[in-house]
């Protein structure tokens, strides 16, 4: 080769780099402008909670606890341990501020589509094409839910790790050696560890071994159409059997089996995995090729996205599964009658078929009938079809390359702004699930997110019409009824709200919550001892919940066990020693008991923390004035926080004004006494409270008598759970 013609090739090879450059930087550029609405994105109230924000173990960051959990524990139905110490990470590293966690899965999902198209690049040596997979599969609307939803962070975190598998065993492809396999493996295995769907990857990595790689032996014997870069690996390593490149992948089909059977047991386990009684297998089935075609749809035509799509079941109409069975088989056909002359068409169909199979509902997890988030990994099979076809089919019209990158341009800016669009519908809960709604039919999930959100909000009655509407297609939701037994709670729709909790709990649903509500339900309806049962099996579920002990304790002093009632409050504060609501009824409890002294340091507990606790300042100065301990009588003291508490109620409460009398009674204060005690007298005698009319009446007689009121326990105006 001559010195011109040197230069010329480096002149040219350095060319190529920088296009290569240039892409790799406006592939990256523009993944961040479609997907720049994160930055205002929060959480999500749809598993994001289970995942991250309500999670002990993952708030707690990277601890050695923590990380053991990861491993030894399943966590939402799956074993995924990377993801859950990628989530701790972010939480170690920004706490719970949303933003940080949604870059984390962005700078994820931008890595992937430049590890695709480098390894697109270097096996096939088309860069064009290579460019445009990289670039639909980074702009794509239907990776948003992968990249927007902090909860599915193991989408593009197992997708990094699927990249990266498939780049070591390029490298590996090139010239095979014992290390370079063992990369391969250890990719492989962190990225089962990240999501189990990777299970599929030794397939595809067969596929490769066809095209573009070449690797096959009889590649050149039956004139098979290969790309310079799968060319030359036939002449340097001669090919190899095809006995030989199933054999070297035995290691990663026993792990990817391993992985299937712990992945079905956890779910089994968890109750993710719907029975054939539920879903039977013929309708598993014509599911699976509506599916399949759905998919494609949303791929070419990406519109009317969801978070969730409800399972048809037996509404599904039997002639859309056979039409779309046809399709699938007709395709699947096609591809392999054309594999001859067009290599990568059997390749991306056969990728596209194979890595849906975990998630095609063959097996059923969840209700749902398909999810976007589903196509992250196999939707490169369809944008590798389009990459290389489209060249294919225009190959003789004039001005080809000029026209085809004009498309590919065009193409990936409307899905950019589709990306754009579809990442705001993720801002937040509301915005999330109303979208889903006005783009789906009887999506009771989406009503069931949607009532949640409104129940947060405090808008009860809208969220009960939602989660009506969720029982309309679903009678028999457990969580469902549950949380509308909770919203019937706070409306004080007592009857309606214990005949939800009961149907719920006979659904097993979250139970622990149900019982509590239940309980609290029975206890305002004037049932305790219901309640104490109902509180009882709330702490059989969980020992460790302090509101469930403060609940119980409250029935046992309605029914006269204040001992117990002391041992439950005291539990409640050892768990959370901030509990000022269980505090104040401990204090209460131990006067009943005779407690007086320890009475008083935990009312001084509480005001030391909180000067302006109502609660406390009635509690304290109720029994400064009234006890008949003399060493704790401090009447004027007990005057000083009667007054307080009276002037931040603006004198409007009924039962601290009845505080104020005793404290003035008790200083010899007595017209004064008199004075707030007929105040409080027309104030119960005008809410009809006939009980307390007479104790206030009797308590008037002795003010104007000139006595002061003893009395060994206070009035303890708010005892509900």
Request: one cysteine or more.
């Given at each position: 080769m001559s010195k011109r013609q040197v230069i010329l090739s480096s002149i040219l090879q350095t060319g190529k780099k920088l296009d290569v450059a240039l892409i790799c930087m406006v592939l990256a550029l523009a993944t961040f402008i479609a997907?720049?609405?994160?930055?205002?994105?929060?959480?999500?109230?749809?598993?994001?909670?289970a995942y991250v924000t309500e999670n002990p173990q993952v708030k707690a960051g990277i601890t050695r606890g923590s990380v053991v959990w990861a491993f030894t524990n399943s966590h939402v139905g799956n074993w995924h341990p990377l993801t859950s110490l990628s989530h701790m990470l972010d939480c170690e590293l920004f706490g719970l501020n949303p933003l940080w966690h949604h870059m984390t899965s962005l700078l994820f999902h931008v890595l992937n589509s430049l590890l695709l198209f480098s390894v697109l690049k270097k096996t096939s040596g088309a860069t064009w094409a290579s460019a445009f997979v990289a670039a639909a599969f980074a702009m794509h609307p239907l990776h948003v839910e992968s990249v927007a939803w902090v909860a599915e962070r193991k989408d593009v975190l197992s997708g990094f790790f699927w990249m990266l598998t498939m780049a070591a065993y390029v490298r590996y492809a090139e010239r095979p050696r014992i290390g370079r396999y063992l990369v391969v493996v250890l990719a492989f295995c962190l990225g089962l560890m990240a999501k189990p769907m990777l299970v599929t990857l030794p397939f595809v990595l067969l596929l490769l071994d066809y095209w573009p790689l070449g690797r096959l032996q009889w590649a050149r014997q039956i004139g098979l159409k290969t790309t310079r870069r799968s060319e030359l690996m036939i002449v340097n390593y001669k090919g190899a059997t095809l006995q030989r490149i199933v054999f070297e992948k035995v290691p990663l089909f026993v792990l990817s089996a391993v992985s299937s059977i712990v992945t079905f047991l956890v779910q089994r386990s968890a109750a993710a995995v719907a029975g054939t009684d539920v879903i039977s297998i013929d309708l598993r089935i014509a599911n699976t090729f509506v599916s399949y075609v759905r998919y494609i749809g949303k791929t070419i035509w990406p519109t009317r996205l969801a978070v969730f799509y409800p399972h048809l079941q037996d509404s599904l109409p039997m002639w859309q599964a056979v039409c779309a069975a046809l399709l699938v088989v007709a395709i699947t056909a096609g591809t392999i009658w054309r594999a001859r002359r067009e290599c990568w068409l059997p390749v991306g169909w056969l990728w596209y078929l194979g890595t849906l199979v975990p998630v095609i509902g063959l097996v059923q997890v969840g209700a749902?009938?398909?999810?976007?988030?589903?196509?992250?990994?196999?939707?490169?099979?369809?944008?590798?079809?389009?990459?290389?076809g489209l060249p294919e089919l225009t190959a003789r019209l004039p001005y080809k390359n000029i026209m085809l990158r004009g498309m590919g341009v065009g193409v990936v800016l409307a899905m950019m702004v589709c990306t754009w669009r579809q990442v705001g519908y993720w801002q937040n809960s509301y915005t999330l699930f109303e979208h889903a709604l006005d783009v789906t039919s009887n999506n009771y999930e989406a009503h069931r997110g949607l009532g949640t959100v409104l129940f947060k909000q405090g808008r009860f009655e809208e969220a009960i019409s939602h989660y009506?509407?969720?029982?309309?297609?679903?009678?028999?939701?457990?969580?469902?009824?549950?949380d509308l037994g909770l919203a019937l709670l706070q409306l004080e729709r007592y009857d309606e709200a214990v005949r939800h909790f009961h149907r719920a709990l006979e659904g097993k649903g979250d139970t622990q919550k149900w019982y509590r509500g239940l309980g609290t339900a029975l206890y305002r309806l004037g049932r305790p001892e219901e309640a104490i049962v109902q509180y009882r099996q709330a702490l059989k579920l969980?020992?460790?919940?302090?509101?469930?002990?403060?609940?119980?304790?409250?029935?046992?002093?309605?029914?006269?066990?204040?001992?117990?009632a002391v041992e439950h409050f005291t539990e409640a504060l050892r768990l959370k020693p901030d509990y000022l609501d269980a505090r104040i009824h401990l204090v209460y409890a131990l006067v009943e008991l005779g407690g007086i002294e320890s009475a008083?340091?935990?009312?001084?507990?509480?005001?030391?923390?909180?000067?302006?606790?109502?609660?406390?300042?009635?509690?304290?100065?109720?029994?400064w004035a009234t006890t008949d301990n003399t060493k704790l009588q401090k009447p004027i003291y007990a005057v000083e926080l009667a007054r307080r508490a009276c002037e931040l109620t603006n004198y409007e409460n009924t039962g601290l004004?009845?505080?104020?009398?005793?404290?003035?009674?008790?200083a010899g204060r007595f017209p004064e006494a008199v004075e707030v005690a007929e105040k409080a007298l027309r104030s119960a005698q005008s809410s009809d409270q006939e009980e307390l009319t007479e104790v206030f009446q009797s308590r008037l007689l002795l003010y104007k008598a000139g006595r002061p009121y003893r009395e060994p326990s206070p009035l303890d105006e708010d005892t509900s759970p």
């Open positions: 997907y720049g609405q994160l930055q205002r994105n929060g959480f999500i109230d749809y598993d994001d909670a749902q009938a398909m999810a976007d988030r589903y196509t992250y990994i196999p939707a490169i099979g369809l944008f590798i079809i389009i990459a290389w009506k509407e969720t029982l309309r297609n679903k009678p028999h939701h457990a969580n469902t009824l549950g969980d020992a460790n919940n302090e509101m469930v002990h403060k609940s119980l304790a409250i029935a046992l002093v309605q029914v006269g066990e204040a001992e117990e008083v340091e935990h009312c001084q507990e509480i005001l030391r923390f909180k000067p302006n606790q109502v609660e406390a300042l009635n509690a304290l100065a109720w029994i004004l009845d505080t104020l009398a005793a404290a003035y009674a008790a």
